[in-house]
């Protein structure tokens, strides 16, 4: 058991009533009644835009509720900053952790909050920042150098640092937004060994998550919300997972199928061969049928991504060959790849798919500018907005209007916008990075069936997914990935989920072995 | 548990401590000297090393603050009107009512903490992007300057403000005053932006701003306090320029385009134009570089319509040496 405080740590009941919260016109929060109490865990579920990151970021002091109050031992609580929010011993660890690239991993973690030192001249301690953020480090079992720049981390290793961080601060209220999306399962695990033992030690927590399987295992309460209500709210016990997916969408989901059709030709459109991009991956050979859906699965850091990134031309192949439509395209420039039917649509979507600050209907059309109609080199809005309109209906993004700001809308609908963006260039071969990732249950589904439109339409799609029911979901054709090798290959029947999972966790390489 | 393998783990780049920048340009402008004064004795002689050294003071000491202000991923244009601004004003009232240099001093750094707050509360509390305000309040300040002189200049101030220009500290040890005072600032900039919680703020803003915020950094306060810092620095270099120079016009500052050197010198010693990394020797060093290579046109007899393109080809060469050396970025 390892001391996580020096002192015995302060109970803390935090307690919201009534919050709601509007921007503009749009009424994001309704009426919330939350209790977060001392020793448990509670979980806010519910789909994507449903209001549960704006909640935490207004118990977070990030946001400031537009009615209701907040109350922390019973007596009403007012944050104006996430500063006091950080005084009272409250801890969000964000969705997508924030990047402080210059920085190294030690100061990223003490993050206004450096210990300082000396009498006369107040300085930072840095032999106890160096030491402090190595022990933490170390009790979560994490091999992290803590001199190395943050910049250098992958989105997992930011993430566990987050986590890190709250650990650091001895706080008695954290808050998790949707920590686990991008971690291993191992590192899931490890995460949540952590959550335990702070409640465990009387510490309180809330925790964000869309993976139903792991809310039913690390939950003591469990919250939904819907379009920004609390529709259900009561003890782990009282849930199953049937009633928790019919809660969080609002009507009875069936069991996720296996595809029954298949629209598999014996047109080869994308060959792989050979393809190396040392140190993460070698030797990587396989064939894209047109209408085929094959899917990449593998741990996080298995190589996928890289592979993807190289065969767009993003990355540099150290060996190997890629053949688009019987002509080679080994490392050509991206935009040339793009011309010639290949899209990618990669998983970080601030960091490389969308533009933020600019409209959604701007974001819908900037892959293909070439078809708005321009007249004297001009741009024609009307084109823009029926093009950003086509995409709001036919993704069901939820949002204001067109000219919204990216910005503004919630995770989940800023990746069905990207989505749409590469979808709308008709390509003939699509490589879908996390096509879900952060997307609420109700909404995958509808992803799902626009992908397997694309497979009829007889357009190949490459799957990279960490969701074995995703991939179980989607796939005719299953390689797995492990260390940078593909190590097995399903189909048909073998596409199960424990078939899936078990082909790249590395204890069952001979199954299925190509 | 079993430690958790990070497939993808890869060391910094750059170990963080190095010198590597500061012994280049070290290297580069020693080297520099060398040649020229191989081609010309009297640019090593010990008046034309003290006159170089000299030169870089007023540009170092504006460069410090523009330094923290790009670190934090800001801009300060301004800088070179209160320079102006402080020099003019200072210097007049030396000239006219007697003002000795105790008094000057911190009318100079009032100067400064007034126009540089003005910059950093437009900045931070009215969210305008910093090269906005400080276009606007360049044009203002050099403004103030014109109507305050109202076409009067200075050029005879008392002995005690050139002997602190000209003179030195210690007789014992030949090092001229404002090489000392700038060593000492060096010193304290250098102490408050790597050993102090406001120091590790300006770094987290410039690395990103919204990340500072979240941690529950005072964004909008450091922001403010930068900008003030930059304003005093900036009006104590004027004050500097007075003294070194005995004289002040309108155009003190801002014709010798001092705050594009400002930044060009921060940009060459080291530090990012995007944020979140500042190198304070570097910028000193950097200065010290441009005064070299400034001096050494005159004394290569370059003609002086040429001065300003040479000055520029300079600049775009040593910042393109220092991104080259970090490599490209993914």
């Known amino acids: ?514 | 548990m079993s430690a958790v393998a990070m497939p993808s783990r890869r060391r910094a780049i750059a170990p963080r401590f190095t010198m590597t920048r500061e012994l280049t340009l070290v290297a580069v402008t020693v080297g520099l000297t060398i040649t020229v004064g191989l081609l010309n004795h009297d640019f090593v002689g010990a008046q034309n090393l003290r006159f170089m050294l000299l030169n870089s003071v007023v540009l170092s000491l504006v460069a410090l603050g523009q330094t923290l202000v790009i670190a934090m991923r800001g801009i300060d244009l301004s800088v070179a009107p209160i320079l102006g601004l402080a020099a003019m004003v200072c210097g007049l009232l030396a000239q006219t009512h007697g003002l000795s240099l105790a008094a000057a001093l911190p009318l100079a750094l009032c100067i400064g903490l007034v126009l540089g707050t003005i910059n950093g509360v437009l900045v931070a509390t009215m969210d305008i992007p910093p090269i906005v305000v400080t276009l606007g309040t360049y044009s203002l300040y050099s403004g103030l300057t014109f109507i305050y002189s109202d076409g009067t200049q200075v050029d005879a101030v008392s002995p005690t403000f050139a002997a602190f220009g000209n003179g030195h500290l210690l007789d014992v040890v030949p090092i001229p005053t404002p090489v000392v005072v700038l060593l000492v600032i060096l010193a304290l900039c250098w102490y408050v932006l790597r050993h102090t919680g406001f120091g590790r703020a300006v770094l987290a803003i410039g690395n990103n701003a919204s990340a500072a915020y979240a941690a529950g950094l005072p964004v909008t306060w450091v922001r403010i306090r930068v900008y003030a810092l930059s304003g005093m620095l900036a009006a104590f270099a004027g004050l500097m320029f007075l003294c070194y120079t005995g004289s002040a016009t309108v155009t003190a500052g801002t014709g010798d385009h001092i705050e594009l050197q400002s930044i060009a010198v921060s940009l060459i010693g080291g530090t990012a134009i995007a944020g979140g990394r500042g190198n304070l020797i570097g910028t000193v060093l950097g200065s010290l570089f441009l005064s070299v290579v400034l001096t050494a046109l005159v004394f290569l007899h370059v003609p002086p319509i040429w001065y300003s393109a040479g000055e520029g080809l300079m600049i775009l060469a040593a910042v393109q040496a220092g991104f080259g050396r970090r490599g490209a970025r993914a």
Not at chain 1, 17 to 22: E, L, M
Not at chain 1, 30 to 47: A, K, N, V
Not at chain 1, 232 to 261: C, H, K, N, Q, Y
């Open chain 1, 1 to 514: 058991m390892i001391q996580l405080s020096r002192e015995p740590v302060a109970q803390a009941l935090l307690g919201a009533r009534g919050i709601a919260k509007r921007f503009g016109p749009v009424e994001v929060l309704r009426g919330i009644d939350l209790e977060l109490r001392p020793g448990r865990i509670l979980t806010l579920m519910g789909e994507n835009g449903a209001g549960k990151s704006t909640m935490f970021r207004i118990l977070a002091g990030q946001l400031q509720p537009s009615a209701g109050e907040l109350t922390l031992n019973g007596e009403s609580l007012r944050l104006a900053s996430p500063h006091a929010a950080h005084a009272h011993g409250i801890h969000l660890v964000p969705q997508e952790p924030l990047l402080l690239p210059e920085l190294t991993v030690a100061e990223t973690m003490f993050l206004g909050r450096l210990p300082m030192t000396g009498a006369i001249f107040r300085h930072v301690d840095w032999k106890d920042v160096r030491r402090r953020a190595q022990a933490v480090l170390r009790m979560l079992d994490l091999d992290i150098d803590i001199d190395s720049c943050a910049k250098t981390l992958s989105l997992a290793q930011l993430q566990l640092v987050e986590c890190a961080k709250a650990l650091l601060h001895d706080c008695r209220i954290i808050l998790f937004d949707e920590p686990t999306s991008p971690l291993t399962s191992h590192e899931v695990d490890n995460l949540f060994v952590i959550m335990r033992r702070l409640a465990a030690d009387g510490c309180t927590l809330s925790f964000i998550s869309h993976r139903t399987e792991e809310v039913l295992e690390i939950s003591d309460d469990i919250a939904v919300l819907r379009d920004g209500r609390l529709v259900d709210s009561a003890e782990r016990g009282s849930f199953d997972r049937a009633r928790l997916l019919s809660t969080m969408v609002g009507r009875t989901l069936r069991d996720i199928p296996r595809r029954e059709s298949s629209y598999v030709t014996e047109q080869t459109v994308l060959e792989v061969d050979g393809l190396a991009s040392e140190p993460s991956f070698r030797r990587i050979g396989f064939q894209l049928r047109r209408g085929e859906i094959l899917g990449l699965a593998g741990l996080v850091g298995a190589g996928r991504t890289e592979i993807a990134e190289t065969i767009f031309g993003v990355r540099r192949p150290t060996a190997g060959s890629v053949r688009l439509a019987g002509e080679t395209v080994t490392s050509k420039p991206c935009h040339d790849l793009i011309r010639k039917g290949l899209v990618y649509v990669p998983e970080d979507r601030a960091r490389h798919g969308a533009v933020l600050s600019m409209t959604i209907a701007q974001n819908v059309t900037s892959g293909l500018l070439e078809r708005v109609r321009q007249s004297a080199g001009l741009l024609s809005d009307a084109d823009e907005t029926r093009l950003g309109a086509t995409a709001v209906r036919d993704f069901r993004v939820r949002c204001a209007g067109l000219d919204q700001p990216l910005r503004e809308l919630s995770g989940g609908n800023q990746q069905k916008v990207v989505f749409s963006k590469w979808i709308a260039t008709g390509p003939k071969v699509a490589i879908l990075d996390e096509p879900t990732r952060g997307v609420d249950v109700g909404s995958k589904e509808e992803i799902y069936e626009l992908i397997e439109a694309m497979a009829r339409d007889g357009m190949a799609v490459l799957v990279i997914s960490s969701e074995t029911e995703e991939l179980v979901r989607l796939c005719d054709r299953v390689l797995s990935l492990y260390e940078g090798e593909l190590v097995a290959e399903l189909t048909g029947d073998q596409i199960n989920p424990a078939a899936v999972s078990a082909s790249y966790l590395g204890s069952a390489h001979a199954e299925g072995a190509p």
